[in-house]
T-cell receptor, first 113, second 116 residues
Framework: DAKTTQPNSMESNEEEPVHLPCNHS???????IHWYRQLPSQGPEYVIH???SNVNNRMASLAIAEDRKSSTLILHRATLRDAAVYYC??????????????FGKGTRLHILP | DAGVIQSPRHEVTEMGQEVTLRCKPI?????LFWYRQTMMRGLELLIY????????DSGMPEDRFSAKMPNASFSTLKIQPSEPRDSAVYFC??????????????FGQGTRLTVV
């Protein structure tokens, strides 16, 4: 499985933007970059995914480096409810391939009021 | 849809007893995943199914663990006999793959298992 590297933890102030980095230097051409997060006492939830271009949705933005060896999840205005563990995951875009979703240790995001 | 439904939410059992965890995936989803989460090991994939068929069970820790998916709307994870080191939160997730694309997985609320 292609691996990702994330910082163990990060802190941010409430109502400020947060940039969560992820390195994936061994990414292959058919790997999508997925982000999930896990709020306290809940199951993981999907945040966003992308292949090559930057992506935006109501939760966050995903900025993907031109060489695709790194990406950044951007929370534009963090709230206390965004305190969670954020996971960066690579998934092969081709269905019927090895479709395992493998979680690393993720980044624990602390939001300071 | 109510999302992925797991039962029970909490289970406390004595060492040596059989434990069965249940999962109802989202209707129409063709992939089902079972995960285990502990502080020490994080989120581990135990097994996953595609169209009710087990695809990869390499994460199942040992023969005490077994999983079945008798139909598209139900799956079980059984531990027999249970041991204290099986104490963890067990998550079930489902997703579907229309055509040639993978989509996001939806997770249940988990079952917190305590073996005493």
């Amino acid at each position: 499985d292609a691996k990702t590297t994330q910082p163990n933890s990060m802190e941010s102030n409430e109502e400020e933007p947060v940039h969560l980095p992820c390195n994936h230097s061994t990414i292959s051409g058919t790997d999508y970059i997925h982000w999930y997060r896990q709020l306290p006492s809940q199951g993981p939830e999907y945040v966003i995914h992308g292949l090559t271009s930057n992506v935006n949705n109501r939760m966050a933005s995903l900025a993907i480096a031109e060489d695709r060896k790194s990406s950044t999840l951007i929370l534009h205005r963090a709230t206390l409810r965004d305190a969670a563990v954020y996971y960066c995951i690579l998934r092969d875009v081709r269905a019927n391939r090895d479709d395992k979703i493998i979680f690393g240790k993720g980044t624990r995001l602390h939001i300071l009021p | 849809d109510a999302g992925v439904i797991q039962s029970p939410r909490h289970e406390v059992t004595e060492m040596g007893q059989e434990v069965t965890l249940r999962c109802k995936p989202i209707s129409g989803h063709d992939y089902l995943f079972w995960y285990r989460q502990t502080m020490m090991r994080g989120l581990e994939l135990l097994i996953y199914f595609n169209n009710n068929v087990p695809i990869d069970d390499s994460g199942m820790p040992e023969d005490r663990f077994s999983a079945k998916m008798p139909n598209a709307s139900f799956s079980t994870l059984k531990i027999q006999p249970s041991e204290p080191r099986d104490s963890a939160v067990y998550f079930c997730a489902s997703s579907f793959s229309p055509g040639d694309i993978n989509t996001e997985a939806f997770f249940g609320q988990g079952t917190r298992l305590t073996v005493v």
